[in-house]
């Protein structure tokens, strides 16, 4: 589904992504582990396209969103297909993608999605406006019909209640005066509506407390391991990871993958340190 | 579409030139389409005869030309306006100056595309674009047919409503404008509105009788012949006791016109416990990306709110024109009266816009609200101007101001120019500032699920903007979010 090449990228003059090589394929859940200042944000951002870094070296292919079953809208019309910005984003098209060619918007149609490490205020847009606009941009950017208010009000109130969260959030302006946890726990109900193919956590876990740790953690398992969908988890703890079983753990450590594992790897970095694996 | 513009003004000018041509010893002939170039006595009197206007309304017309010939434009605002030539502009001329085209094929494509995002209808389309021969339709279009409007005009009847031109009102009721006209802007008051006096083309003319809420809300989409009246627009509004009316003013189309000044005055009166709610979207030419051409809109619009319990909401949604100046305001002498003024103003490109309101506190107990959102974008020049004054006898006024500016890049700019005079202890006065950027971070947030640039800045913006357009009518604040969008393409990436 994703495959990194060769990785390099600069934030200004400043190397952060030294050749990054990682491969995750449909059903799998990758976890991320590494030191602060590894660059485990940075390959967030790298990959869903962020000004700002810029990429010196490698690829990146990524196999582009198919939705099964439900999403699914009526086929293209033809003016429709003319307004999808890359011909390889629509629907029923096989094959790998080159993803560092796309825009980040075009890189969310084609089914990735960030969870954002910090998520950001949006003052006077309320969630619902926000995630309607941006999943029928989607929609719109792989030739499928938008959803109507209704239809989107089904899914998002299924959402937001399976994540415990209230419908009240909903209608409040993105994440203004939202506490660490409800900004984190909005990001998966967001993950949830935008049902994306591959999705990176950048430090999902960061803010929670026990029991919000234990929905945010259901919900990853519920909305993402789907035989075909994809997570990359960059984290610094093996908390979350009681809660999500990786099926691959990497370590991160100077802008390169130093050592890759199974789950038994994140417990032993738990115990070690990374100090004394990342070498 | 700036050739565009430039073809249209050329049209229309040349078309006037050649009537101006032949017309030696032209003096004050009715029958003459053009008064010629440039502004003197026997202009106004051509207007005022062409118009069919009586005595009375001829030599007020002109005692404000004789002022206007005395005085000099303002020079206080932030704007930088090249000096205007007075005598080379034409002060009348009737619609068929302008070019007819023979269908929407033939209109400006960029325009079209604008038409079609705001998602107007075709038949409107043609009547905004000037096709001929589409009036007709686009009033069935607008209206869905003739008799609805007809309809909605023996409805307003019913109720009392007087809903008329400003040239219909000077014939049919002259007491009632004689009162009013030039009581709330007064005929000096400033350089164009002493202008307008003396030159303004027609405009509207409303009047709510005692207790009646006017059945529907105004908007000059109804007025039949709002055609062609844009340049020199006067506008007077009448709430009697204990009335209330709702009234749009203009269009989130793109509006062109071939005159570059623009100076309009709008008068409202509101008696006891009575209620005038006035909303505007602007959206004249701008002027090209260079800034090159554009409206220059200078507009006088007062609101005097004379009973007690008297209000008067301001919203204004500006977009448009090259230059914008323009601060509507409340005199709230009635006992307990309020103002509210509610404005977006964006300006991108080479636009600037020096916008605000004033309020005027001489009633006890008087209250008013300011709500500012300010945006700019490219090169442009945004200022909010606004006054608050409290009389020294005006026990217990209150205001609240917020001025918010949201800039986007690094060379435009955004200012705020509040004066406070407070003549009275018990006045509690309450203002609040914030000036902002659009953050990269918000901007790849919302990117990063899905909008593209200028969706995420047209998303944004309209979030920054929110207070102000929920203020709108529904119909006019759906078209007014994208309205925003469109006038800040290009102002990203």
């Given amino acids: 589904m994703l495959q990194i090449t060769n ?17 995750l394929g449909a059903g799998e859940i990758h976890a991320i582990m590494g030191p602060n200042g590894a660059g485990k944000s940075t390959l967030g951002y790298v990959l869903s396209g962020r000004p700002g870094y810029e990429v010196t070296e490698g690829e990146v292919w990524f196999t582009p969103h198919v939705f099964p079953g439900e999403g699914r809208g009526p086929e293209p019309k033809t003016e ?77 109130r299924e959402q937001a209640g399976a994540l415990g969260m209230d419908m009240d959030m909903l209608k409040r302006p993105v994440n203004v005066g939202f506490s660490g946890g409800e900004k984190k726990r909005n990001e998966m109900v967001q993950m949830g509506i935008i049902n994306p193919a591959l999705a990176i956590l950048d430090e999902t876990d960061s803010g929670l407390d026990i029991d919000a740790l234990r929905i945010v953690g259901d919900g990853i398992n519920r909305i993402m391991r789907k035989p075909d969908k994809a997570v990359l988890l960059i984290t610094h703890y093996q908390r979350l990871l009681d809660y999500v079983k990786p099926d691959f753990v990497h370590v991160l450590a100077d802008g390169r993958i130093t050592r890759s594992g199974g789950p038994e790897l994140a417990l032993e970095l738990e115990r070690e340190g990374y100090r004394e694996l990342a070498a | 579409m700036n050739d565009d513009m430039d073809f249209k003004d050329k049209a229309a000018w040349d078309a006037a030139d050649r009537v101006a041509d032949y017309e030696h010893g032209w003096s004050s002939d009715i029958e003459t389409d053009f008064a010629p170039k440039g502004l003197t006595e026997d202009t106004v009197r051509f207007i005022s005869a062409k118009k069919n206007e009586p005595e009375w309304m001829l030599e007020w017309r002109l005692k404000a030309f004789a002022s206007w010939k005395t005085m000099t434009p303002p020079d206080w605002a932030k704007l930088n306006v090249p000096p205007i030539d007075y005598q080379d502009a034409y002060y009348y001329a009737e619609p068929k100056a302008k070019p007819k085209l023979g269908s929407l094929d033939e209109v400006d494509p960029e325009i079209l595309r604008i038409y079609e995002k705001l998602g107007i209808p075709i038949a409107e389309q043609e ?26 005009r023996a409805e307003l009847e019913r109720a ?35 202008l307008n006096c003396a030159v303004f083309s027609d405009g509207t003319f409303v009047y709510i009788p005692e207790g009646v809420r006017c059945p529907m809300e105004l908007s000059t989409y ?99 024109s090259a230059v914008t100046w323009k601060y509507p305001s409340c005199v709230l002498n009635g006992e307990n009266s309020v103002g509210e003024f509610y404005s977006v103003a964006v300006t991108n490109n080479y636009q600037q816009a020096d916008t605000g309101t004033k309020m005027i506190h001489n009633g006890k107990g008087s209250r008013s609200t300011i709500v500012s959102k300010g945006i700019s974008a490219g ?34 700019g955004a200012h705020t120019v509040p004066y406070i005079e407070v003549r ?20 790849f947030y919302a990117q990063a699920r899905g909008l593209n640039a200028e969706e995420a800045v047209a998303l944004i913006v309209n979030g920054f903007a929110k207070e102000v357009l929920q203020q709108l009518p529904m119909e006019f604040a759906v078209e007014a979010q994208k309205l925003l969008g469109i006038s800040l393409e290009g102002s990203v990436g």
């Fill in chain 2, 379 to 412: 090169h442009s020049n945004n200022t909010y101007r606004g006054l608050v004054r409290v009389a020294p006898n005006a026990e217990g006024v209150r205001n609240f101001t917020q001025c918010d500016s949201l800039l986007l890049g690094s060379l435009s």
């Fill in chain 2, 127 to 152: 009547v905004l674009a000037g096709v001929e021969g589409a009036r007709r339709v686009a009033v069935d279009a607008v209206f869905d047919s003739v008799s609805v409007a007809t309809t909605f």
């Fill in chain 2, 424 to 443: 009275n202890p018990s006045a509690q006065i309450e203002h609040e500032a914030t000036t902002s950027k659009i953050s990269d971070d918000q901007m």
């Fill in chain 2, 160 to 194: 009392g409503v007087i809903f008329r031109s400003i040239s219909e009102a000077i014939k049919e009721y002259p007491e009632l404008v004689k009162k009013w006209l030039g009581k709330i802007v007064p005929m000096r008051d400033n350089y164009f509105a002493t």
């Fill in chain 1, 7 to 23: 990785l390099h990228a600069n934030v200004g003059d400043q190397p952060i992504l030294k050749g990054l090589t990682l491969s």
């Fill in chain 1, 80 to 156: 429709d297909s003319s307004a999808a910005l890359d011909p390889g984003l629509r629907r029923g098209t096989q094959g790998p993608i080159n993803l560092l060619d796309l825009e980040p918007h075009e890189r969310a149609a084609a089914g990735l999605f960030l969870g954002f490490q910090y998520p950001v205020e949006i003052p006077g847009v309320s969630n619902v406006q926000f995630l309607r606009e941006a999943l029928n941009a989607q929609r719109k950017n792989r030739g499928e019909a938008p959803l109507s208010g209704a239809e989107f009000l089904k899914v998002a």
């Fill in chain 2, 222 to 320: 109804f007025r039949i012949n709002a055609e062609n009246t844009g340049q020199f627009e006067r506008t007077l509004i009448i709430a009697d006791k204990g009335s209330y009316v709702s009234y749009l003013e203009g269009c989130t189309a793109p509006m062109r016109d071939e005159n570059q000044l623009h100076a309009a005055v709008v008068e409202l009166v509101v008696l006891d416990d009575a209620e005038i709610k006035y909303s505007t979207v602007q959206n004249w030419y701008p002027g090209d990306a260079e800034g090159k051409g554009g409206i220059y809109n200078f507009v006088t619009k007062r609101a005097l709110c004379q009973g007690r319990n008297s209000k008067v909401s301001w919203t204004q949604v500006e977009t448009g």
